[in-house]
């Protein structure tokens, strides 16, 4: 476990704050030239429950939350105390002391609010018995109080921020600069000296006596912080976005917060409607216009959009969705990450329907695949869906400013002009064929659109089988024809992913080993970091986080599996979908894979992937302490 | 230069533009009232001045789905039940376009019927004509939300027990602009409402009464129909929403006793439609959003450009 890293949590009741505070400290890090990446907890509650935050930051790249950490900041949960809320919160009060202690690390930093958590509750949690085995400094302060005395007892986050950064000597200058940028007025007054004052404080009554610093780093870029959700947002924008429809669900909601709060500035359109099976049929309907359109959701909601999707499907209306997955069945934990709706994004819908299916693996990529995601289902006429889930979603990490600084693409694909519609293939009936099926005219299955307006271009799009006219049909060698040209998009979209552009999937670890890790979607930046430290310890171990799920990367998927004698397959479900997947595209490399699975409701750590490893395909034969399952290969 | 030059452009507009000879025949029986639908549409947009290429039908699934299979327009036959949502989008990718969404009673006020409240509550500009036989046809003739109370069919043998749905009375309450009821046996009244319809600016729901000999022969109730304009003994005034509901109260209740009334029964001359309001909030683009695809010298935001509160 390396310490050059701080990992910091906050910790408190939900709405008090932590969110802003922690997402100002990590900026303040960021600027100090900090890699940083966030992992958000919260419960499905909207006021009180326990929350926290943790900011990992180093001087080196960070992928992952990490395995656990190793500073604490605690605040007490104002909302569990507060005695005319009837509510039984238990022992919610202690919690942001108490939650996972287990996981902070040996010579850790404990921060307390001891305004705000009684003596006697603290009492019960043998806290200095704890500290002196594990080394932990524990400092109980009354930041409630500190903050009490400028009048401003919510402003305790902010006391609490400046001991952290008195203790972690840190310079005040980029925390200041940021309140500055962010307040004004007495609230910046109040709040800038609770800061100075808990700093100097801290600083003046306490010997610092932990291992715990601020690391050092160096930027050489502009570094901006955003989440997956930002990251898919902005490649949608990029690609010229501008209709978004949707009803809130979370955690696809960030999304749509974010494209609402953006499009109309941008003349563009944002819609809230009355359910999902609406928000996807608008999406079908602003595309079939013409508009570069999105929608999305979560599991539950994606599950009404169905039909819709097939609708795009059978009429050829580009369609962008998104599916940020949270656990399930049904309503199941909504603010917990799961990786379980892979098989009903790939799979759902009616008939030998096909879609594609990208899975980014980290916000870099959450960006680059929707912006694929766009550029595939307007070129090609077809629904893309890009998979994520609440881990992704939410989390923030370090960017290079310039990583954005790209051309937009507003193309419409295969979309054709009036000039172009004067010269289509329409003369023998004087009427536009939208559903062109000869398999030499559409050698990639694409045959180009017309929109609702444009001179010679009328045609009817219809959800049945229909002629090339696109009028309702029955005949059997049309569905042939039709059927096997909405197959051969499929096939081109291999070929251009395969040909023309890099590969989505992402390789880490020694090029030369036997031994594999298979991940996809956000649990890529765990395996990432698992795999360099398996190799720091004597392992030799390769990595693959796949990011196509449909169509499939057979050619890199079974170059990858060639090369391995085992692999373990890391995934955030219980059913081990990926690996099935895996299994129906390439069942003959099925002996060779061990999946490891976890869904207990918070994603992997990277030492859990580690100690798998070593179990399974390390030679190790200890029981897993994690809470991860594995499941053999067949045959085993 | 617009990129859709169908729209909007001036000219002597023929009927039969709509019915180009190599077409699809329709498929409906003989009889059935979906052809009055068909004859008014044809009627009515030429006359309001559309052509062909400007006008964007939507269809769900049923017998009146088909539609625009037998119109020769651009259209979308989409599924049963969300011709509106997907309407209602192009609309608002397109606002020039006549988008006209068409369906059936059990498209519309049963699977549909969500869309249809809230379509009517944002009174979305556009027109909605729901071919009310009182069944589904498609399906072969079970009981929908309009049979009358008693209605025998396959899946309700012993007459159901539920009270039809008071379509109009319910698209006034959540706040549809432009309300009438005519019927395929009235071609003349037909083609009126449609064309009042599609120039009304806002959302305009006609409810079509359509004769399906193959499933409801027994529905006789189609004729006679009282035209309530043409009638003295129906004065109201149609911009007063009380008095169109207790219209249109009664009506709904005759329906099922065997005297039609049928007519213009609401029309909202204030409320702006939902395209205006949004424009109003600064939330619709001044121009088509389509438009802007085909424009070469548009600056484009840029994801870039939202940046700064990131750093
Ligand atoms: C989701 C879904 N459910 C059911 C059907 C089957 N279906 C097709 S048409 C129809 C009823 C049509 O009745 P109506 O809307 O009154 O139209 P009509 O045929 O009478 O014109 C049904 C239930 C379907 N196509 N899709
Ligand atoms: S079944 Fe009824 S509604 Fe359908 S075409 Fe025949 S008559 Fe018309």
């Known amino acids: 476990m390396t310490d050059d890293e701080l990992i910091w949590r906050i910790a408190g009741g939900s709405g008090d704050g932590i969110d802003s505070t922690s997402q100002n400290f990590a900026k303040a890090l960021m600027r100090s030239g900090l890699d940083i990446f966030t992992h958000r907890h919260y419960p499905s509650r909207i006021r009180g429950g326990h929350t926290y935050v943790e900011i990992r930051a180093a001087g080196h790249e960070v992928q992952s939350r990490g395995d656990g950490y190793n500073f604490l900041l605690a605040l007490g949960d104002s909302f569990a105390r507060n005695p005319k809320e009837e509510a039984v919160y238990g022992d919610e009060e202690i919690k942001p002391l108490s939650e996972n202690l287990d996981e902070l690390r040996e010579g850790g930093v404990i921060v307390y609010d001891s305004g705000l958590l009684e003596e006697d509750d603290v009492a019960e949690l043998d806290l200095d018995e704890r500290a002196e085995e594990n080394d932990w400094h524990v400092f109980p302060i009354n930041l409630r109080g500190m903050a009490k005395e400028h009048g401003r007892e919510v402003m305790r986050n902010t006391a609490g921020v400046g001991v952290t950064a008195a203790l972690l000597e840190m310079d005040l200058e980029h925390i200041e600069n940021l309140m500055t940028d962010a307040m004004s007025g007495d609230v910046l007054e109040a709040n800038l000296s609770i800061l100075r004052d808990a700093y100097k404080m801290a600083q003046e009554e306490y010997e610092f006596e932990h291992d715990v610093r601020a690391p050092t780093g160096e930027h050489d870029e502009e570094q901006v912080l955003v989440s997956g959700s930002n990251a898919i947002a902005y490649g949608a924008i990029d690609e010229g976005c501008r209709f978004i429809a949707g009803y809130p669900m979370t955690p696809w909601t960030d999304v749509f917060t974010i494209m609402t709060q953006n499009l109309p500035k941008m003349g563009g359109i944002s819609e809230q409607v009355e359910d999902e099976i609406a928000a996807a049929a608008l999406a079908v309907g602003a595309s079939h216009a013409g508009a570069k359109a999105m929608s999305g959701s979560s599991g539950g909601g994606f599950a009404l959009m169905s039909e819709p999707l097939g609708l795009a499907e059978m009429t050829e209306t580009p369609l962008v969705l998104v599916e940020s997955m949270r656990a399930g069945p049904s309503t199941g934990m909504p603010t917990k990450p799961e990786q379980a709706d892979l098989e009903h994004v790939l799979y759902t819908s009616q008939g030998d329907s096909q879609r594609v299916v990208f899975a980014p693996g980290n916000i870099e990529e959450a960006y680059d695949q929707t912006r694929m995601a766009f550029h595939v289902a307007y070129e090609y006429q077809i629904p893309t869906i890009l998979i994520y889930d609440q881990k992704l979603s939410g989390e923030n990490k370090n960017v290079d400013e310039s990583f954005f600084d790209r051309e937009p693409n507003p193309t419409l694909g295969s979309t054709l002009t009036e000039e172009e519609l004067k010269e289509a293939a329409h003369e023998a009936s004087g009427k536009f064929m939208r559903f062109q099926s000869d398999p030499d005219e559409t050698e990639n299955g694409v045959s180009p659109r017309s929109l609702p307006g444009q001179k010679g271009g009328r045609y009817l799009a219809s959800g049945n089988e229909h002629w090339p006219s696109g009028h309702i049909a029955e005949d059997p060698d049309n569905r042939v024809l039709q059927m096997d040209r909405r197959k051969r998009k499929i096939e081109s979209i291999r070929r251009e992913l395969d040909e023309e552009h890099d590969s989505q999937q992402t390789y880490f670890g020694d090029e030369d080993a036997d031994l594999g890790i298979i991940t996809w979607g956000s649990q890529q930046g765990t395996v990432e970091e698992a795999v360099e430290r398996l190799n720091d310890n004597g392992h030799s171990v390769k990595g693959i986080g796949v990011s196509d799920m449909m169509p499939f990367p057979e050619g890199e998927m079974t170059e990858f599996l060639e090369s391995v004698d085992e692999a373990l397959v890391v995934e955030m479900n219980a059913s081990a979908q990926f690996r099935g997947l895996l299994q129906k595209e390439l069942g003959r490399y099925g002996p060779k894979l061990t999946s490891m699975l976890k869904y207990n409701g918070n994603p992997f750590e990277p030492g859990e992937i580690v100690e798998g490893f070593e179990i399974r395909l390390g030679g190790d034969s200890a029981e897993p302490t994690a809470q991860v399952r594995f499941e053999p290969a067949a045959g085993d | ?311």
């Open chain 2, 1 to 311: 230069m617009s990129a859709f030059n169908a729209i909007g452009e001036e000219r002597e507009i023929d009927r039969d533009e709509f019915t180009p000879g190599n077409e699809p025949q329709p498929t409906w029986c003989p009889g059935c009232g979906d052809f009055g639908v068909l004859k008014a549409l044809k009627q009515a947009l030429p006359e309001v001045g559309r052509n062909p290429e400007e006008v964007l039908t939507v269809t769900g699934i049923g017998c009146s789905g088909k539609l625009n299979s037998y119109l020769d327009s651009y259209g979308f036959h989409t599924i049963h039940g969300r011709s509106l949502p997907v309407a209602r989008a192009a609309k608002l990718a397109n606002p020039e376009l006549e988008v006209v969404a068409a369906g059936g009673d059990g498209d519309g006020y049963g699977i549909g019927g969500n869309h249809l409240i809230h379509t009517a509550r944002e009174n979305h500009d556009m027109t909605y004509i729901v071919f009310n036989n009182e069944v589904f046809g498609l399906t072969k003739g079970q009981t929908s939300p309009t049979s009358p109370k008693g209605h025998k069919s396959k899946t309700q043998p012993s007459g159901s027990a539920k009270t039809p749905i008071r379509p109009l009375s319910q698209s006034l309450n959540a706040g549809a602009g432009y309300i009438a009821r005519t019927a395929a046996v009235n071609p003349n009244q037909a083609k009126e409402i449609i064309k009042e319809a599609i120039e009304y600016d806002g959302f305009a729901h006609i409810d079509f009464l359509t004769q399906c000999p193959t499933w409801n022969k027994d529905a006789k109730q189609y004729v006679p129909y009282i035209d309530i304009q043409e009638s003295d003994d129906y004065e109201h005034d149609t911009t007063d929403r009380e008095e169109a509901a207790r219209m249109m109260f009664e009506t709904e209740n005759k329906l099922y006793e065997g005297e039609v009334l049928t007519g213009r029964y609401y029309v909202d001359d204030e409320s702006p439609s939902y395209q205006a309001e949004k424009t109003a909030l600064g939330e619709m683009p001044d121009e088509p959003l389509v438009e802007r695809y085909f424009d070469d010298d548009y600056e484009w935001e840029r994801s870039y450009d939202l940046l700064e509160r990131h750093k």
